[in-house]
């Protein structure tokens, strides 16, 4: 499986029409609790792409109005997760391959002719015909990998705010789930929440 850099980034793009890219990528991987989100986005050749970075360089206020225009212009997107009890099942790096799979698959095969995946690991497709490749840094520099990055940041960060409202003591709020000192003490103090990674170490 060949990974794409950076610097082959325009070479590559060149021989490939670039709304028939369908590009994915996943949020989530490195927190304590909650599920890993992942998104898939095919764009239009006048999508507003101005709106677009890597999700984590852009501010929540940002990425919501970013998700808003992928969701009314691009020519398809979609939004899948894996659970908790999947990542302590599968690990967390099988975990983010299977909802980027689902993510995809969530696509009308016949808007897209390839796939690029976030980072150096791509998701394998039932359907083998399709080409999937894994390009590292893409959220930095493939417009529907930083769409699909924007779309899977923004529903993780949303279902852990759902969270929060049901097990408060956690503070989802405001670390969704990452390994920060507050989350670390409330685990500590309260125990393993619902949503708790159970062979993540607090």
């Known amino acids: 499986m060949k990974i794409i850099t950076g610097t082959e980034y325009d070479l590559f793009l060149s021989t490939l029409d670039p709304i028939r890219i369908c590009g994915t990528d996943e949020a ?13 986005a095919v764009l239009t050749a006048d999508f507003p792409f101005s709106c677009l970075d890597d999700s984590k360089k852009l501010s929540e206020k940002e990425r919501e109005e970013a998700e808003v225009l992928i969701k009314r ?17 599968i690990n967390i790096l099988q975990a983010s391959m299977l909802a980027m799979k689902r993510a995809v698959q969530k696509i009308d095969r016949t808007l897209f002719s390839f796939v ?9 497709l039932d359907d083998c015909s399709i080409q999937v490749m894994p390009m590292i840094k893409g959220d930095a520099l493939i417009p529907q990998i930083m769409a699909a990055s924007i779309l899977a940041k923004t529903a993780r960060d949303r279902f852990m705010l759902f969270c929060d409202r049901k097990w408060p ?19 500590c103090k309260f125990g393993p929440s619902p949503i708790q990674r159970m062979t993540f170490h607090v």
């Open 28 to 40: 989530g991987r490195g927190p304590l609790a909650g599920p890993v989100y992942a998104a898939a």
């Open 73 to 89: 212009f691009a020519t398809a997107w979609s939004v899948a997760f894996a659970t908790h009890h999947e990542i302590d099942r």
């Open 116 to 124: 690029l995946a976030d980072g150096n690991k791509a998701p394998v």
């Open 169 to 187: 003591q956690y503070g989802y709020a405001s670390h969704k789930g990452y390994p920060t000192a507050a989350h670390k003490a409330a685990v």
